[in-house]
């Protein structure tokens, strides 16, 4: 935060505050350069006005460049692959270039979030610059269409709201601003070059983590695509009758992810399975039942398939005792005479 100094009392109006300039980063002289860089939160003040004895305080100070200003002798620099958005300049008289006052020397911005800025002075939410102040690099994200910041579409410079999330901690050494579903910084980026390293590769973002070698996201932040890093495990009793449950797997990318589910029989894609949960039936019996899951994030979709599992049918009825039979039946009687009233 620059905040300006309060102003002197005065015998009949107090003297005007301070002005202040550059929330984050002043330059008078010299080339700034950043690169894979949040900017936000950052604000420029201007300090109130004196006490006077007769007629009231005095003038609130002015205030410029609520993340960055270029003063006066700066020499300009160079944007790459930032994200600046939510700084402010505020003062109750006069204040500019809520998130860049690039007033001073050139710079050249590229793959660059600019959005959400805030500033008393209409048209310069975002950027308030000099003739021939901005060299184009393209593929910029600026959120006002009145571009404040210069941008054009011929640039491959995109003007549309900017979709992003709060400034989190989303892994890696810094916080970091994330890209919601559906933003127009995904895949929107060029090149994604380093200014720093002469306009080389830059192969990651603010996190460490890769960025493509081309159509990389605009900001410092790079999303992350869903990656499958462990299949699925089906839990639950294998046989027929019983109820399976498809555990999730394991992913690498950012989210948030959704999950879908298919169940398959012998590799086979079951109609009309699409929950986590199956049911088995008897055409499973003997039969190897797997399942499927997608996961999918901001960054698109990856599917991965569990280990099957054999499924045993439902016992069958116990078999019935057998019909009893006579066996070492014998006689002891060697002459049989035929008579009357003889037993058999």
């Known amino acids: 935060q620059a ?22 980063i002043t ?13 936000t939160g950052d604000g420029a003040r201007g300090g109130l006005g004196g006490e006077g004895t007769g007629n009231g305080p005095g003038k609130t100070g002015g205030a410029a460049g609520g993340a960055v200003e270029f003063s006066e002798g700066a020499a300009g620099g160079a944007i790459g692959s930032t994200t600046v958005s939510g700084n402010s300049a505020g003062s109750q008289s006069s204040s500019r ?14 793959d660059t979030i600019i959005a959400s800025g805030s500033a008393l ?54 916080r970091t601003i994330g890209l919601l ?18 306009g080389a590769n830059l192969t990651q973002d603010a996190r ?55 169940w398959l029989r012998n590799g086979v894609v079951i109609a009309g399975q699409n929950s986590a949960t199956y049911l088995l039936a008897a055409a499973d019996a003997y039969q190897q039942v797997a399942c499927r899951v997608t996961a999918r994030g901001p960054r698109g979709q990856a599917t991965q398939t569990g280990f099957a599992v054999l499924i045993a049918p439902l016992p069958g009825p116990p078999a019935p005792w057998p019909e009893p039979v006579i066996s070492h039946l014998t006689q002891s009687a060697g002459t049989w005479v035929r008579g009357n009233g003889l037993a058999h």
């Open 27 to 39: 330059s008078v002289s010299g080339t700034v350069t950043l690169v894979n860089d949040t900017l």
């Open 121 to 174: 002075e209409q048209g310069s939410n975002n950027c308030l610059l000099t003739p021939s102040a901005l060299v184009d690099g393209g593929h910029n994200l600026e959120d006002d269409t009145q571009s404040q910041c210069g941008f054009s579409a011929g640039a491959h410079d995109v003007t549309a709201p900017a979709l992003v999330e709060a400034l989190a901690s989303n892994g890696g050494p810094v």
């Open 97 to 110: 270039a809520g998130n860049l006052d690039l007033s001073a020397g050139e710079t050249r911005i590229a």
């Open 208 to 262: 460490e983590l890769p960025r493509p070698a081309g159509g990389c996201d605009i900001g410092a932040f790079q999303a992350q695509p869903v990656t499958p890093s462990a299949p699925p495990v089906v839990a639950g009793n294998p046989d027929v009758g019983q109820t399976l449950t498809c555990g999730t797997g394991t992913w690498g990318g950012d989210g948030p992810l959704s999950y879908s589910y298919e």
């Open 3 to 24: 905040v300006g100094g309060t102003g002197g009392s005065g015998p009949t109006i107090g003297a005007a505050g301070g002005s202040a300039d550059g929330g984050a």
């Open 181 to 198: 579903p559906g933003s127009p910084a995904l895949g929107s980026g060029g090149q994604c070059t380093d200014p720093s390293q002469g």
